[in-house]
């Protein structure tokens, strides 16, 4: 549906599911401005079926107190998870944690021996703080999604981007791709610990600002991806 705002305040939920052989639907939410407050909106597959696509469109989007934007696959499924995929035309805000500690974020899991979904995320403007996650991760023999994110300015002040495998599938790439700058004080990574490869991390921007951590590492038989930062002017401090 198309709203001139649209607030989701309290611990609700929004879902759509496989269990079978048939897909998932998938999720759209279209508005001015977008706060999720606290919130789960996911797709997931326990079965064959596609898992559903989340779709975001928004000229400004707020995600806080732990609200979670996600799609994955179950245990013993094997259908491939949904795609993440969110533009916003001005500001992307993610911060703050549930009183279980669960962070705000994207996250893209699968369990599964179907591929995870991957998470594009396109805004003006990015900053994520207070523990703000984007992962795409797999734990089982489906390979991890990718993570793109893209824009004009990316400020991941106390945050991660991250993807990650501790089963046999492959951990997907990051490719963070910035018009103006990309200042990292928090984290971003791709890990093995088990007999998936790592994925490559690829940071691009005219000014590359990192004092945080920037990391591809292995602890598994998988190997480890590459890092690559471009820009005009790379800070590392």
Not at 15 to 35: K, P
Not at 50 to 56: L, M
Not at 97 to 102: A, H, Y
Not at 200 to 216: R, T
């Amino acid at each position: 549906s198309n709203f001139g705002e649209l607030p989701t305040p309290g611990a609700g939920v929004l879902s759509s599911a496989s269990t079978g052989r048939g897909a998932a639907g998938d999720i759209r939410i279209a508005a001015a401005s977008v706060t999720l407050d606290s919130v789960v909106v996911q797709a997931a597959t326990a079965g064959a079926g596609r898992g559903g696509r989340i779709e975001i469109r928004a000229e400004e989007l707020t995600l806080r107190n732990g609200a979670q934007v996600s799609t994955g696959t179950e245990p013993g499924s094997s259908g491939d998870a949904g795609s993440i995929d969110v533009q916003v035309s001005g500001r992307l805000d993610a911060y703050g944690q549930r009183i279980d500690g669960i962070s705000s974020g994207f996250t893209a899991t699968t369990r599964g021996s179907g591929r995870g979904g991957d998470v594009a995320i396109a805004a003006d403007a990015i900053a994520m703080n207070d523990g703000a996650l984007v992962s795409a991760s797999t734990i089982a023999a489906g390979a991890a999604g990718s993570v793109s994110i893209t824009g004009r300015v990316l400020d991941i002040a106390d945050g991660r981007i991250a993807t990650a495998s501790t089963g046999a599938g492959d951990a997907g790439p990051i490719v963070i791709a910035m018009r103006e700058r990309a200042a990292i004080a928090g984290r971003v990574s791709s890990e093995t610990e088990g007999d998936g490869r790592g994925g490559a991390v690829s940071i691009s921007a005219p000014d590359v600002a990192v004092s945080g951590q920037v990391v591809a590492r292995t602890e598994g038989s998988g190997d480890a991806g590459a890092v690559t930062i471009t820009g005009e002017r790379i800070a590392i401090d």
